[in-house]
């Protein structure tokens, strides 16, 4: 129905409307005149009174509420800028898809008797490392991540993960996740990878 | 009656009884004949025929155990192995173009993992696979292996080995001496594609090309202007060269093909679009990380066969940043009209593509379990599986690449 016939009848019915109108007043005297003779000013007091009364507690009671229950997978609150954090979480640092884990290439050392930034015992971290830039959606925030390995054990084989966003060449050694990154430790080998904040990026 | 029958019964079965035992033994005397009568035997060791095109090396890093990497000798034709030596710690390997040798850049710490570090370079005998001369290096690069990691010259005369100690440099060795002839400084630069007998070509981080020119005796160098654009589409390290002109395809990670004449003038020309060459739309680079098409990945992601120009790209559907995926199709190209001319599905996903380089050329890829699969290049059909030939197969060498 188009807008235009909706007005051209309203136009026309105006007489019609004046008579329901006085149906509707007479009707509502009827029925406030038909309570008022079957029911006392106490009652409607009482009743009153109980609604104000137990009514608050209805919302406390044990039923299953939409707002309450927790939704398999909750709405992002922020946008994610790439694929990677659009899956990404923030509780489990031992899967792949930890937030942190954006461009990481290798063993987690969360999973290798490590943290998510500290490295297993019998390892040690190397001062130099490249930086990878993941955001986090808990807080909406990009963060600096320095991809820092932990080194002098050969490789800790856990399942490993291969996180390649931002992930650049050799020949761009500052993005690149393929270089072991042993320097300065005492033998360069590559026992598992930690993901250190170093900054905020947003 | 009864007495009679049994005895009938009785001759027919010693009759019979007789008869088996001549046959086993006419059998049996047949076996003695074709048995040689075992005797004493001395040890010895296999030596094989010089190298054939069609007799791969198989580079094996070993990820879960980089120590023990190892380089294995496998007949193509007939999917078996022929034989191997270990490659130490991300461990790479080039061949004489001749087949003449070759040569292992490996990394050994002198008590296991710890102590003095030593940067090797053994020449191996390709018949015996035994070590004519173990070099020792100044220094290598540590990083998974990729081809361009190390490159030999066109009359396999001079090695290059990137380094990163202490600083980007190639080392360029003599293989006759088996000396460093000259350490090239390439600060900013990476890798070595070689270009004929007297050169190679560095990438640099600006996203142009460093060129040095041996043929003074020194090092000449040569920087192209930045032709592409490493934070938005950078080109791959796996991109393939043809070394006896230089001819260099430098493939981008949105799928760009950039053909490149090296030498100590570089010139590059303008990129073709692998998508576009499948009659696609050009794939969207890191301005839309969540375009989803086809797009070029894995780790020794493309081959060319030179005599013919085609190239081969594993290729899989995902979004921009996905450059490290294995591929779940070859798609083979021709290099002069950038045109597909098939795509070839894989049984399972690959990172790795390799070619032979004569006139029935094989195709090689691998999978995550270890296996090696052999193609008929021309037919695109699988002709033999090496299941578990290894734990991660990084890539072919084959004679003549």
Not at chain 2, 76 to 88: E, H, P, R, Y
């Amino acid at each position: 129905m188009l807008l235009s016939d909706v007005s051209a009848r309203a136009n026309t019915s105006g007489e019609k409307e004046s008579q329901s109108r006085n149906l509707l007043d007479r009707a509502v005297e009827r029925l406030t005149r038909h309570v008022a003779s079957r029911s006392s000013r106490r009652s409607l007091l009482g009743r009153a009174g109980a609604w104000a009364t137990f009514g608050a507690l209805v919302p406390t009671l044990p039923v299953m509420r939409a707002s309450a229950a927790t939704p398999s997978k909750p709405a992002p609150k922020f946008k994610a800028p790439t694929p990677f954090a659009a899956e990404a979480q923030t509780k489990d640092p031992t899967a792949c898809n930890y937030w942190r884990y954006c461009a990481i290439d290798g063993y987690l050392c969360a999973s290798c008797g490590g943290g998510v930034h500290s490295c297993p015992p019998g390892t040690s971290p190397s001062p130099t490392s490249w930086i990878g830039t993941c955001f986090n959606p808990g807080d909406g925030q990009s963060y600096l991540v320095a991809y820092r390995d932990c080194c002098g054990q050969d490789a800790c084989s856990q399942p490993m993960c291969l996180g390649t966003e931002g992930d650049q060449p050799s020949y761009r050694p500052q993005a690149n996740n393929d270089i072991i990154w042993c320097f300065g430790t005492g033998a360069l080998i590559y026992n598992c990878s930690t993901s250190v904040i170093v900054g905020n990026a947003s | 009656m009864r007495y009679s029958t049994a005895f009938r019964s009785g001759k027919a079965a010693l009759m019979l009884g007789v008869l088996a035992l001549g046959a086993s033994s006419v059998a049996s005397v047949k076996a003695w004949a074709d048995e040689p009568v075992v005797q004493e035997e001395e040890s010895d060791i296999i030596k094989l025929s010089p190298v054939t095109p069609h007799r791969i090396l198989v580079q094996d890093t070993a990820g879960t155990h980089a120590k023990d990497g190892r380089i294995y000798v496998v007949d193509a034709d007939q999917g078996k192995l022929l034989g191997m030596v270990q490659a130490a710690y991300n461990a790479n390997v080039v061949q004489d173009p001749k087949g003449r040798a070759f040569y292992v850049a490996e990394t050994v710490w002198s008590r296991g993992n710890r102590g003095d570090r030593l940067d090797l370079l053994p020449a191996y005998d390709p018949q015996t696979l035994t070590i004519t001369n173990d070099e020792v290096l100044p220094g290598r690069a540590l990083v998974t292996p990729k081809k361009n990691d190390l490159a030999i010259n066109q009359d396999g005369s001079r090695v290059y080995i990137f380094s990163m100690v202490p600083t980007n440099a190639v080392h360029v060795i003599d293989t006759a001496t088996h000396k460093v002839s000259q350490t090239v400084d390439l600060p900013g630069c990476a890798l070595a594609y070689p270009w004929g007998n007297d050169g190679f070509t560095s990438i640099c981080a600006d996203g142009g090309l460093a060129n040095v020119s041996l043929k003074s005796g020194k090092a000449d160098v040569t920087h192209t202007k930045p032709f592409f654009d490493p934070e938005k589409d950078a080109v791959f390290e796996h991109s393939p060269t043809r070394r006896s002109d230089g001819k260099t395809w430098f493939i981008s990670y949105s799928g760009l093909v950039y053909p490149t004449a090296l030498s100590a003038d570089s010139k590059i020309e303008p990129a073709w679009s692998i998508q576009e060459a499948a009659g696609m739309k050009k794939a969207p680079a890191a301005e839309a990380p969540f375009a989803k098409t086809w797009r070029p990945g894995g780790w020794q992601l493309s081959a060319l066969h030179y005599a013919s120009g085609h190239l081969f790209v594993l290729m899989h559907e995902g979004t921009f940043w996905t450059h490290k995926k294995p591929g779940t199709e070859i798609w083979e190209l021709d290099t002069a009209s950038h045109k597909l001319i098939r795509r070839i599905k894989l049984p399972v996903p690959a990172s790795m593509v390799g070619v032979t380089q004569d006139d029935k050329p094989l195709l090689f890829t691998n999978d995550n379990a270890g296996d090696l699969f052999i193609w008929d290049m021309k037919t695109g059909k699988q002709i033999h599986k090496m299941p578990h030939l290894g734990d991660d197969l990084y890539f072919t060498v084959a004679l003549g690449e």
